[in-house]
T-cell receptor, first 113, second 115 residues
Framework: AQSVSQHNHHVILSEAASLELGCNYSYGGTVNLFWYVQYPGQHLQLLLKYFSGDPLVKGIKGFEAEFIKSKFSFNLRKPSVQWSDTAEYFCAVNSPGYQKVTFGTGTKLQVIP | EAGVAQSPRYKIIEKRQSVAFWCNPISGHATLYWYQQILGQGPKLLIQFQNNGVVDDSQLPKDRFSAERLKGVDSTLKIQPAKLEDSAVYLC?????????????FGPGTRLTVL
């Protein structure tokens, strides 16, 4: 079975600070990896995804994530956060052998102006 | 392009009552998903439809939960009877074909409180 771990449950940063949210998955085969974001009062939306190719994936709003296969990791990064990045971030994985998408427990990011 | 629509947005019921949620996916999307998101957890897939057929319902508590997608478009998820532990946000999502690489688009969810 596949699983996803997000070790940071709640992160508080000041504006302009750099962000890195951890995501580790457990599945030995081919995977697709996703980061979803849920802004306050809004629905879940896709931030970025990795299927194959360049392990450094760029998403919307200046976010990027790097797939490191040897570490089973897909950490989310942003060099300088804004107050508007306050949201909950979910890492997710699926695979050809497991089909269904498995989500992590989420990380709540609070950016202080 | 209209997004995934869900109703109601909020529902409060007492335990042992029944409740139903409705979802209308993005037009043209063949695959529809229902997720349960308990507070502090990530979404958990309950059931996946491909057109009007069930692809995966392995995590659906079938003794109390049921879902249908009769015409391959909108869908209804029902809980009967509800338990306290069913309090959660119920998310509907859709994707174009449900393939391995498809992106899922989520609706706003229905927040259910069981008293």
């Amino acid at each position: 079975a596949q699983s996803v771990s997000q070790h940071n449950h709640h992160v508080i940063l000041s504006e302009a600070a750099s962000l890195e949210l951890g995501c580790n998955y457990s599945y030995g085969g081919t995977v697709n990896l996703f980061w979803y974001v849920q802004y306050p009062g809004q629905h879940l939306q896709l931030l970025l995804k990795y299927f194959s190719g360049d392990p450094l994936v760029k998403g919307i709003k200046g976010f990027e994530a790097e797939f490191i296969k040897s570490k089973f990791s897909f950490n989310l990064r942003k060099p300088s956060v804004q107050w508007s990045d306050t949201a909950e971030y979910f890492c997710a994985v699926n695979s050809p052998g497991y089909q269904k998408v498995t989500f992590g427990t989420g990380t709540k990011l609070q950016v202080i102006p | 392009e209209a997004g995934v629509a869900q109703s109601p947005r909020y529902k409060i019921i007492e335990k042992r009552q029944s409740v139903a949620f409705w979802c209308n996916p993005i037009s043209g999307h063949a695959t529809l998903y229902w997720y349960q998101q308990i507070l502090g957890q990530g979404p958990k897939l309950l059931i996946q439809f491909q057109n009007n057929g069930v692809v995966d319902d392995s995590q659906l508590p079938k003794d109390r939960f049921s879902a249908e997608r009769l015409k391959g478009v909108d869908s209804t998820l029902k809980i009967q009877p509800a338990k306290l532990e069913d309090s959660a946000v119920y998310l509907c999502a859709s994707s174009y074909q449900g393939g391995f690489t498809d992106t899922q688009y989520f609706g706003p969810g229905t927040r259910l409180t069981v008293l």
